[in-house]
Antibody, heavy 118, light 108 residues
Framework: QVQLQQWGAGLLKPSETLSLTCAVY????????WSWIRQPPGMGLEWIGE???????NYNPSLKSRVTISVDTSKNQFSLKLRSVTAADTAIYYC????????????WGQGTLVIVSS | ENVLTQSPDTLSLSPGERATLSCRAS???????LAWYQQKPGQAPRPLIY???SRATGIPDRFSGSGSGTDFTLTISRLEPEDFAVYYC?????????FGQGTKVEIK
């Protein structure tokens, strides 16, 4: 059964770069899409972007200028970088799998709370 | 972008009652590529329904989904204590992938 485990820095200052990594266990990394989603405290969900095992990416236009998602197939990991963060980027960040492009998110990682504060 | 609007924002019901949640899309959802998720406090969302009406693995049959085009519904036939949570719809037929704002089902 596939499991996603994520980690990264939880406290950032404005203008810094958010960096999170998600490791995939129990399943081949190939043939799937891997995604990041975020949720500001007490609010709804926002899709950030996704990557396939070949490195092809698709980003939310609202964040595209600041986001990079990358993959390391040798480690079965994928990563998120979000540049020039502000307080508006404070959120719980989740990684998730997409079995195909036309697919729902399943499963999800445990979530990482990232706070941006001076 | 396909904007999803859920209603109501909050649903106050008692255990055993029927819950009906609505999700309306600003554009037709391609091939009914719509999912529903349940989220409890401190937990990641859990998929309930995909393809508008198919239950995800392990989801009890009191959960059902219906709809097509721009109007979708999640029904919980008889609320169990563990069903009180926030529910989100999400479309995956077009990019960017979008979520509704959520409906909170609370105990009356």
């Amino acid at each position: 059964q596939v499991q996603l485990q994520q980690w990264g820095a939880g406290l950032l200052k404005p203008s810094e770069t958010l960096s999170l990594t998600c490791a995939v266990y129990g399943e081949s990394f190939s043939s799937f899409y891997w995604s990041w989603i975020r949720q500001p405290p007490g609010m709804g969900l926002e899709w950030i972007g996704e990557i396939n095992y070949n490195g092809g990416t698709n980003y939310n236009p609202s964040l595209k200028s600041r986001v990079t998602i990358s993959v390391d197939t040798s480690k079965n990991q994928f990563s998120l970088k979000l540049r020039s963060v502000t307080a508006a980027d404070t959120a719980i960040y989740y990684c998730a799998r997409l079995p195909s492009w036309y697919s729902w998110f399943d499963p999800w990682g445990q979530g990482t709370l990232v706070i941006v504060s001076s | 972008e396909n904007v999803l609007t859920q209603s109501p924002d909050t649903l106050s019901l008692s255990p055993g009652e029927r819950a009906t949640l609505s999700c309306r899309a600003s554009q037709s959802v391609t091939s009914s590529y719509l999912a529903w998720y349940q989220q409890k406090p401190g937990q990641a969302p859990r998929p309930l329904i995909y393809g508008a009406s198919s239950r995800a693995t392990g989801i009890p049959d009191r959960f059902s989904g219906s709809g097509s085009g721009t109007d979708f519904t999640l029904t919980i036939s008889r609320l169990e204590p563990e069903d009180f949570a926030v529910y989100y719809c999400q479309q995956y037929g077009s990019s960017p992938r979008t979520f509704g704002q959520g409906t909170k089902v609370e105990i009356k």
